[in-house]
């Protein structure tokens, strides 16, 4: 039997507001528990909401970046519900009159192809505080900071148009690419800044009915997302093939330990009891003011995919991987413009600095190894003062602090010899050295010579400690080598 | 109209009230005398009218994005029931 | 001194008839000796009193202070004061103390007006009695046996009993209204958005809103000024300029054309009231006024539409008190469910708890377009009813309340018998009109109210109107027994 993976996404995004959606308080990352929760944040008595603005252009911004219908007029709504991070007992959320609504997205798959992921709609909400089970309290408490209750989020609700975790993953990096390419999100997702909700569920292949499908909660790792949706799948097909049907439940999934488990039980399945919310008034938006917005927006993604082919003449594989993420793609460009090599700099980026960064999980906002400094790199490997081996022996000390790669080779004297005369000399050296192997080499068919090559230039790179210019010694060597002919 | 046990006790639990016994049965005679009020409605016809969630026809002002909050932990968790390390304790919420 | 009206007082502190100082002792006296009996005052803050009254004669003696500058009031204990308790009537909130002034208060300060206290109400407003209160009920000054009304027992017991000139109120279904009709005196609520809400705790978002109680309408014109404010923290809050309603106080009413609802006076409606309420309406058309019968066809619906939204809209409004970060939390919680269901099932009353109940049905799934959307509809077809016979006439008037003070216990078994004593003063609130009620007579020995109802924002004439009728009338200078000497 074979069967097929009806995927959603549910993505949440922090905004990259100064203040709250509803209050003034500030939403600088990493403060001190409840430092940044003001008493509307803290629902006390009495206190009111008032709206953002830049939340709401930064939804907009969204919106048209992905060219969706705006909602002009938009409204609030309440959900209900009680929990320690949610104080007011309802988080104010927009339900019948999101402020985006439908969009397209397109995504790139590994095989070269694209698919459009339609948006059901985006819209604006706040965020919940957190709770802590552990710390320096007895452990039958949780501890509740609500530094982070109010910050404005936009939940981006995508059709069910993914079909595998590739694809899932794909549209979770374009989104990613898309709000920090527009400014609205740092995009740091260790710090929470982008959430996901994934909606899965499996059917016999060709069939037209959706299966029941589960949501699993609150994944912040590419990495997690997948695992967790390939797990489910499994799980959903086992279920299902040993005659079973599948629970409509919340679930929840540990990166660490590779568990997924359902959430608390459904019986008394929430009903959130939403309705417009008396505090606040119908958002109206005019049409100058979104002319402006999409003035004023910044560039895309795609447009920036396009440009990098056009600019610096990459191939559409590399131009994607490049401009795909904000960040990345500000980090090539202040390379190619230190070192004036595109496609140098594009390889250092897309290879040796991002396998080093994913690796140790850091991000290229903060990479070790800045931009000007990879540039420097780049330009000694270009102007041909260092071979590319001695390169990634550069590239280490740089990552370890030791400067730049210019102070890198000048402290190990690793600068490439490309003086013909001393080359010239060295190659000599090499060969009277090794007259038998000299000889072993005149006494070789010609077809069978160039195998014999190698090991001669092992011999000149080891005396030259490695320094020599492997592309020049390799030209003298012939030469020489055809003079004893 | 009336509203059976049931019932009660699924909205005392949606609205985190507990609702002993011995009074559900008054509670429901109660909530079920408001019913009958408000049941009243259904016999209006209201196709086609708006419905209206506030008074007046005004829009929602937009504020800007500065901070104006000041820090006043102290002064809130003053007032707290249980607090330690700048947290609010509450009995441990078990998934 | 007590028998002066603020107005009166004013002139005195301006001439130095005598000093705050001891206008405010001698007020602070009369709560000591006159209020165990009424119960009209639950927390007096003599000491604050004593001090701001010193510095408002300060400021007097400069010279160039504000009207209300040394003018003892009352705040009704829903009005956050920092540093004061402030309870709503409960004992939720029996403990909590605000590091907040709501506007209202702010604004009182700022004019130099002294508060002597807080006063009692029916828990977080809801009731029409004052027999909720977490403090013990109000007795009407007129009939001890008998109701001050609700939920503003307290003002309107405090100000009738003259313990203070003046206070502050709150009205969602006719809370100012009604116990300034039972009480013998004056008070207005004003447009929606016209007061801001912030600071004052919410019971019904949509219709809650703030207004004055005095003996008479200078003296409320007086408040109003004070009270009424734009405030950018309260989002439904209307940015319209504050007249000076002591400005217009005296046009004549030649030609006022006054719209006599006949829905207001059908069965169940006391005879003793409607002579009252006549005889008042026949004193300003001998005045020049013109009186039209008109009608409001959908008057029979606010009550029902009134008890969907306000206990909806409450529902989600009272789910912030949870015992976590204020208020009452139970001994010795089991866990976070406990907690919640304890601390709120002993820390709201009956009715509160009731009101939750039925809002949260009216807003559950399957429930939700029979009762709240239908509600919000029925409540545009109730302002419809206005604006529609606003086009034909300039105010309209009718009794405030069915019947006059009832006694203790009378209504307390029938909620739905309590919620009619609304009947006539939901309706205003539904449209979010302005609505008054001054005293036109007595029924059985206690006092009787005229209600005014104006179109948006028409407070101005509405006050005119009723201080023109109390320039031919002194209905509102009789004083219950033992109060005025």
Redesign the interface.
Known sequence: MSWDTVIGLEIHVQLATKTKIFSGASTAYGAEPNTQACAIDLAMPGTLPVLNKQAVNYAIMFGLAIDAEIGQVSAFERKNYFYPDSPKGYQTTQLERPIVGRGNVEIQLADGSSKNVRIHHAHLEEDAGKSLHEGNFNSNFSGIDLNRAGTPLIEIVSEPDMCNAEEAVAFARKIHGIVTSLGICDGEMSQGSMRFDVNVSVKPSGSETLGIRTETKNLNSYKFMEEAIKREVERQIDVIEDGGTIAQETRLYNGDTKVARSMRSKEEANDYRYFPCPDLLPVVVSDEEVAELRRNLPELPDARQARFVEQYSLSDYDAGILSSDAAMAKYFEAVTSACNNAKLAANWTMGELSARLNNEDISIANSPVSAEQLGGLVTRIADNSISGKMAKEVFEGIWAGEGSADDIIEARGLKQVSDSGALEQMVADVLTANQAMVDDYISTDEAKRKKKLGGFMGKIMQASKGQANPQQVNQILAQKLNDLL | MNIERQEIEKLATLARIAIDDSTINEVSQRLSSVLDLVDQLQAVNTEGVEAMSHPMQATQRLREDEVTEINQREAFQAIAPETEDGLFLVPKVIE | MHNLTIAELIKGLQSKEFSSVELTQHFLNRIGSLNPAYNAVITVTAEQALKAAAEADMRLAAGNAPALCGVPILHKDI??TNGVR?S?GSKM?D??????N?TVVENFEQAGAVVLGKTNMDEFAMGSSNETSFYGPVKNPWATDCVPGGSSGGSAAAVAARLAPGATATDTGGSIRQPAALCGISGIKPT??RVS??????F???LDQGGPMARTAEDCALLLNCMASYD?????C??REVPDYTATLDGSVKGLRIGVPKEYFSEGLDAGIEKAVRAALANLEAQGAELVEISLP?S??S???Y??IAP??A??N??????????Y?CEG??????????S??EG?GKEV??R???G??????GY?D????????????I?QDFDRAFESVDLIMGPTCPSPAFKFGAKSD???AM?LEDIYTVATN????PGMSIPCGMADNKPVGLQIIGT?FDEARMLNVAHQYQQATDWHDLAPEGVAS
């Open positions: 009005f956050c402030t709503c909130l403990n909590f103390i605000p590091p907040y709501a929606y958005g809400r912030w600071g004052m705790v919410a019904a978002s949509s950018d923290k309260d989002s439904t209307i940015d959908n029979g619906l009550v029902p539409a008890y969907v909806a809209e529902s989600a009272l789910s912030r008190f949870d015992g976590s970060r204020y208020g939390r919680p089991k866990d976070l469910q406990d907690m919640y269901s304890r709120r099932s709201f708890q009731r939750i109940l039925i949260t049905y009216c807003l559950s799934a939700y029979a009762y709240y959307g239908k509600a919000q509809q029925v409540r545009k077809l302002q029938d909620p739905v919620y539904l449209a979010g009109l948006y």
